[in-house]
Antibody
């Protein structure tokens, strides 16, 4: 069965950096676009970034462009999100997510990892 | 960016009721729309994609309709496990934006 397991969240000071990881299993990882989606405490969902299976295509929300970098290692079935220059408004649960074969809908989600940016 | 709105923001209903949630896009998105269910402390779950296609494993009491700018999610007979927050999401243009959510709670 498909599993996505995030790690790397935690408490970081404003201006700091953090790297999230997502370990995927149960499907051919390189065949799928993957994404990071976040949800601030008690708030709605925000699509942060996506990357194509072959790593050719990426995109970022304006709110993180220039600060966050998505990457993947298909040999390790892993997705990453490097987050730099973190701000208080980046505080959220970050979900690793798989895009469906149909298109940009998420058919599988990880359990999420909490990132808290606070001094 | 395409803005997504949902109405109502919350609805109180009883087991067995029919519930309808509306989602509107700020510009036409054809049928590039998905619906999700989220329960507290859990990740969202995909219910509907392509505006009206039922995701595998989702009960048939859930249905979606619409195209262009106006969409609906219907639950034909509300079950206890359906009390949750529901989000629509446009899949037409990046950033793929979500609606603000509709909370369905117990009357």
């Amino acid at each position: 069965q498909v599993q996505l397991v995030e790690s790397g969240g935690g408490l970081v000071k404003p201006g700091g950096s953090l790297r999230l990881s997502c370990a995927a299993s149960g499907f051919t990882f390189s065949d799928y676009y993957m994404s990071w989606i976040r949800q601030a405490p008690g708030k709605g969902l925000e699509w942060v970034s996506y990357m194509s299976g072959g790593r050719r295509y990426t995109n970022y929300a304006d709110s993180v462009k220039g600060r966050f970098t998505i990457s993947r290692d298909n040999a390790k079935n892993s997705l990453y999100l490097q987050m730099n220059s973190l701000r208080a408004e980046d505080t959220a649960v970050y979900y690793c997510a798989r895009l469906s074969s149909w298109g940009p809908a998420i058919d599988y989600w990880g359990q999420g990892t909490l990132v808290t940016v606070s001094s | 960016d395409i803005q997504m709105t949902q109405s109502p923001s919350s609805v109180s209903a009883s087991v067995g009721d029919r519930v309808t949630i509306t989602c509107r896009a700020s510009q036409g998105i054809s049928s590039w729309l998905a619906w999700y269910q989220q329960k507290p402390g859990k990740a969202p779950k995909l219910l509907i994609f392509a505006a009206s296609s039922l995701q595998s494993g989702v009960p048939s009491r859930f249905s979606g309709s619409g195209s262009g700018t106006d969409f609906t999610l219907s639950i034909s007979s509300l079950q206890p496990e359906d009390f949750a927050t529901y989000y629509c999401q446009q899949a037409s243009n990046f950033p793929f934006t979500f609606g603000p959510g509709t909370k369905v709670d117990i009357k």
